[in-house]
């Protein structure tokens, strides 16, 4: 039998603002574009979620670096600078430049801060689906990181929702029979890479729905509390 997995890019989703029912509007894009199935997992742009939630700050739109103040008052720690460029933990837990403050797709004068709880906002969406379709799917709200050591960015998750984060593959045989003392694997991250691929960094997609998960990735979890590593079990801060 041959395994697979199915991406779509929903293109249906209209411009996000403040207060507006992204989830009803999901719904309805992916109702008439690929209506959802038990087992779908929608990822969804956190810059959307942030849109609705009002996540939004007026800027100098003449001045590359008026965002910068709201760096340091989002930030719980700052770890590094290098010019321009600061490297803060946010209060979430997550490591990243400019605490995830992102100009990019928003309007000129208009800085967009990361959900208060992307965790929560994924909860939100997912039991939405749920109540309106009757189907059993899964959320990831996801957003563009760099990555240690490593050029490039790529999509990771900042919250989920009806998804295990991590798949515990300590104790399990691997191919060859050995079994595996550390290995846990980051399926949300891996989901949310892959969305990416068909999302894009410029096209305006912010949703699209990957199908053909394994049903045994399914159940509860959060990104802060199951993927986030803690300061203490960090041994690079």
Not at 68 to 90: F, N, Q
Not at 187 to 198: K, N, S
Request: proline share 5%.
């Amino acid at each position: 039998m041959v395994r697979t997995l199915e991406i779509a890019a929903i293109e249906g989703v209209p411009e996000i603002r403040p207060g507006d029912d992204l989830a009803g509007m999901i719904h309805d894009a992916c109702a008439a574009e690929y209506p959802l199935q038990d087992g779908d997992v929608l990822v969804v742009s956190q810059k959307v979620v942030s849109k609705a939630e009002d996540r939004l700050v007026t800027v100098d739109p003449d001045d590359p670096l008026s965002h910068k103040p709201l760096v340091l008052a989002e930030a719980k720690r700052v770890l590094r600078r290098r010019g321009d460029l600061i490297i803060t933990e946010t209060k979430h837990g997550y490591v990243c430049a400019n605490a995830g403050i992102d100009r990019s797709n928003v309007e000129p004068d208009i800085a967009a801060l990361l959900p208060e709880d992307s965790d929560r906002s994924a909860r939100r969406i997912r039991d939405v689906l749920i109540h309106r379709l009757g189907v059993d799917v899964a959320v990831i709200v996801a957003d563009t990181f760099g990555r240690p050591w490593r050029r490039g960015v790529t999509d990771i998750a900042l919250g989920c929702a009806g998804i295990l984060p991590i798949l515990d593959l300590r104790g399990k045989p691997d191919a060859l029979g050995r079994i595996m003392h550390v290995t846990e694997v980051c399926i949300v991250d891996e989901l949310a890479g892959a969305a990416e691929l068909i999302r894009g960094k410029s096209t305006g997609v912010a949703v699209a729905v990957v199908r053909g998960v394994d049903p045994a990735w399914f159940g509860p979890g959060s990104v802060v509390d199951d993927v986030v590593r803690s300061y203490d079990g960090d041994l690079f801060r």
